[in-house]
């Protein structure tokens, strides 16, 4: 299967000086779900509109659609769809009207744009209020119609940047099976951007995460979560001024792999975490170390970039959301 994106040495520096994206190399196969993982102002925008032809890189090579990048932008915007975060679509017209605009912008006409419309509408499920103003939608019906405008024209490569961002869990899901539907049963090829860690999981095959404008790691989610060394131990102490001082206690016990700051505690990697959890515990009740909180759970992508950096895509509080704690 060839490349359907290629980006070698790709350096965007701003006006004010900032290197926004450092030197970031990455290769997407035609029909991949790919995922570009990492926290705000981790230049995962940037990358996105140097792609889709909104914004000129400083250096390096892209080929998008299997057109150079700065000789053919015009072609490669006629190959993609893109989807942000702030939907673009017209409150003022119906869900039709605002995809036959979308088509009118593309050179669809006639009978080629109205079945092209009642496909769209179908797929997102939007038959039974295409006659409605848009203004009167809910905020993941809008990302549906926002997401059907991005497709009238049949693109090869869809674009997605923090597609669900400020979606309920509801709407979110339902944006997610309908991307799901059009990558597998379609072909498109689908470049996304997330903090979702969740997102990522579920829908992407191949990710790379990107943190201070350089790419970190890469992978498919099961070889990166692997990488980080066993089930997680997560120990919010009694006393968090004794973080250190557990961190080296817990390096010494065997089968722990890793051990990591959190912000209330520690983390701890191990391959068979339930087996060594009681000789956790003893270990540190021996050294006057208390946990106040324990729980076990599989490892996640914000694992992996805490191995990383040091530090979360996500606030801690995923840690007691995520996973059964351990009542002390």
Known sequence: ????????????????????????????????????LGPNGAGKSTVIKTLTTLL?????????????LDRFPKEIRRSIGVLTQETSIDVDLTGR???????????????????????????VQLEDVAEKPAGRYSGGMRKRLDLASALIHKPRLLFLDEPTAGLDAQSRSAIWEHLEGINRNEGITIFLTTQYLEEADRLCRELSIIDHGKLIAN???????????????????EDASLKSRAREILKTIQGVTNVMDSEDGVVAYAKKAGQIVADVVRTLDRNSIRPSFLSISSPTLDDVFLRETGRRIRSEELSRKETEPFVM
Request: aromatic share 6%; net charge negative.
């Open 97 to 123: 009207e605002n995809l036959r605009l979308q088509g009118h912008l593309q050179q669809l006409h006639g009978q080629v744009l109205e079945q092209r419309t009642d496909e769209l509408l179908k797929l």
């Open 219 to 237: 992978g498919t989610p099961s070889e990166l979560k692997a990488s980080v060394g066993g089930d997680k131990i997560t120990l919010t102490l």
């Open 56 to 68: 000129h890189k400083t250096s390096g090579q892209v080929s998008v659609a299997g057109y150079d």
């Open 1 to 36: 299967m060839q490349d359907i994106i290629t980006v070698d040495n790709l350096v965007v520096i701003y006006s004010d000086g900032t290197r926004a994206v450092d030197d970031v190399s990455l290769s997407v196969r035609e029909g991949e779900f790919f995922g570009f």
